[in-house]
C-alpha cells in the first residue's frame, strides 16, 4: 500500500514525541531516530539521526543513588566508603547533578553534607524511584522462578524483641535468596517509611485507614494493666479483683504511657473518654523497655498488651490485670502501600510475617 506524505509526517510526529517523553527519563547512550522524508519522496521513509535538545549530564539513576546516599550518610566521606567510589568522582557526579538540574541540592558545611529544602524533595522522589528500580529488577527475577530481591520490613518496639529472630530465622528458610531489613520505630516512623518507600511493609497498631494503604489484620488483643509486683490499685468504682481492675480505676492511678501520637496512648485516651475520664499521666515515655523498667521500680503503672512482657527478662517481678467496663481493644495490622505494586517476594513475605507474628503471640500470652 502507498504511503502517502501526511501518513510519514504523522508517523514522524508521534516517534519524535515518545522519543523525546522517553528522554526525560532515560539518558540515551546514542544518538534517537525518528522517521523522515527521503529526497522528498513521500513514499520513501528513511531512519535519520535525531537528538532532541539535552544536556550531556542530564540526570542518570547513578547520579540519583549517589545522591541519595550522600544524603541519607551526611558526609560525602562515609558514602565514597560505602558506595566504593573515590570521593573526587562521588563529588563531580553530583555536582553535574546540580548544574542540570539548576538547583543546590546540598549545603556543605565543616560537618558534613545536608539536604537543601530542593534536596529533600529530589531524596522524597529519588528514593521512590530507586525502590521502584530495584523492584523492576527484582519482578524480572522472579519470572525466572527465583525469588529474590530485597524486602523492607518495620516493627513496633512493643514486638520487635518478639520476634526478630524467629522472624529472620523463618524468612532465611523461606526465602534464602531475598535479602532483610528490619527496622525498628514507631508509627509515625512507620507511616513516613512507607509513604516515601523506605518500608514495603510495617506491623502497626490500629492504623487509620487511608486509600494509601492496604491493610489486613494479624491479631486483636487487649491492653492490660501491668503494676509493680504486689501493688495495690488506687480506689475507685468498678468491681476490682486480684487479676482485673476497671477503667475508672485504671484512671485513677499514676500512669506511665507512651507521648502522642503513640497509638497505644490515642486508644487509652479514647477509651478514657467514653466513661468522661483521662489517664493520669505522670510519665510521658518513648520505649518500652524504659517503661516497664520504670514500673518495675515502682514509679508507676503501664496500660500494654500482656505480651509485651516477653520482652523482659524476669516478668515475674509484675503483676498484669485485665482491664474491664470497659476493655481496651487493640488491633495489630499488616500494612503496605496501595500505591507501588506488590512483588511475589514481597506476597511471600508477608505469609512469613503473619505466621511468625501470630505464633509469637500464642507463645507470648
Not at 540515551?28 to 537528538?51: E, G, K, M, Q, V
Not at 518478639?162 to 532483610?180: D, E, G, K, N, Y
Not at 518495675?296 to 512482657?309: D, N, Q, R
Request: aromatic content about 4%; overall charge neutral.
Amino acid at each position: 500500500m502507498p504511503v502517502s506524505g501526511r501518513d510519514v509526517e504523522e508517523v514522524a510526529a508521534c516517534m519524535a514525541g515518545i522519543l523525546g517523553a522517553a528522554h526525560q527519563f532515560v539518558k540515551p547512550a546514542i544518538p534517537l531516530a525518528a522517521i523522515t522524508n527521503w529526497h522528498n519522496d513521500p513514499t520513501a521513509i528513511r531512519i535519520a539521526s535525531y537528538a532532541p535538545p539535552y544536556s550531556p549530564t542530564a540526570m542518570d539513576l547513578k547520579q540519583l543513588e549517589y545522591f541519595v546516599r550522600v544524603a541519607e550518610m551526611g558526609s560525602f566521606t562515609r558514602a565514597s566508603i560505602a558506595l566504593d567510589v573515590a570521593q573526587p568522582a562521588l563529588s563531580r557526579q553530583i555536582r553535574l547533578l546540580e548544574v542540570e538540574l539548576r538547583q543546590n541540592l546540598l549545603t556543605r558545611n565543616g560537618r558534613g553534607a545536608v539536604p537543601t529544602e530542593a534536596g529533600k524533595l529530589l531524596l522524597q522522589h529519588g528514593r521512590g524511584i530507586l525502590h521502584q528500580v530495584a523492584l523492576t529488577r527484582e519482578e524480572l527475577g522472579a519470572a525466572r522462578g527465583a525469588l529474590a530481591g530485597h524486602v523492607s520490613i518495620g516493627l513496633p518496639p512493643s514486638l520487635s524483641k518478639l520476634i526478630t529472630v524467629p522472624l529472620v530465622q523463618a524468612f532465611h528458610a523461606q526465602l534464602p535468596q531475598a535479602q532483610l531489613t528490619l527496622t525498628e520505630g514507631f508509627s509515625v516512623l512507620m507511616h513516613e517509611g512507607l509513604r516515601v518507600g523506605n518500608l514495603d511493609m510495617a506491623v502497626l497498631y490500629n492504623p487509620e485507614q487511608s486509600p494509601d494503604l492496604e491493610i489486613s489484620t494479624l491479631h486483636e488483643d487487649e491492653l492490660t494493666l501491668i503494676s509493680p509486683q504486689g501493688s495495690r490499685p488506687a480506689r475507685g468504682k468498678g468491681k476490682t479483683t486480684a487479676r482485673t481492675a476497671s477503667l475508672s480505676e485504671v484512671a485513677d492511678l499514676p500512669l506511665i504511657l507512651p507521648s502522642r501520637p503513640n497509638a497505644f496512648r490515642i486508644l487509652i485516651e479514647g477509651e478514657m473518654m467514653t466513661i468522661g475520664r483521662r489517664p493520669n499521666v505522670i510519665l510521658e515515655v518513648d520505649g518500652l523497655n524504659a517503661i516497664l523498667n520504670l514500673v518495675k521500680e515502682g514509679m508507676g503503672h503501664a496500660i500494654l498488651p500482656s505480651y509485651t512482657l516477653s520482652n523482659f527478662d524476669n516478668a515475674s517481678v509484675f503483676d498484669v490485670k485485665a482491664i474491664h467496663s470497659p476493655s481496651i481493644r487493640s488491633q495489630l495490622m499488616l500494612v503496605w502501600s496501595a500505591r507501588r505494586p506488590t512483588t511475589q517476594t514481597q506476597k511471600k513475605a508477608m505469609e512469613v510475617v503473619s505466621q511468625v507474628v501470630l505464633k509469637a503471640i500464642t507463645a507470648g500470652t
